[in-house]
């Protein structure tokens, strides 16, 4: 499989954006804290937050056209 430039590159900025609202959302809005408590374990939440910012970037990159 070869990568194109293009389609690396609006993954990238999706990644970005999507990646800087997690941010604001989790720290700013609902509080990191608070989902600890919910989800009740550290490593369930960080690989949690991480395939939210992963998968949704691979899915841009494979739906963008070339």
Do not use: N
């Not at 970005?16 to 600890?36: P, S």
């Amino acid at each position: 499989m070869k990568l194109k430039k293009r389609k690396i590159k609006h993954a990238a900025i999706f990644l970005v954006c999507w990646f800087a609202f997690l941010v604001l959302l989790v720290d700013g809005i609902i509080k990191f804290q608070t989902l600890l408590v919910f989800f009740g374990s550290y490593a369930l939440l960080e690989t949690l937050l991480i395939l939210l910012v992963i998968l949704p970037t691979i899915a841009v990159y494979i739906f963008t056209k070339e």
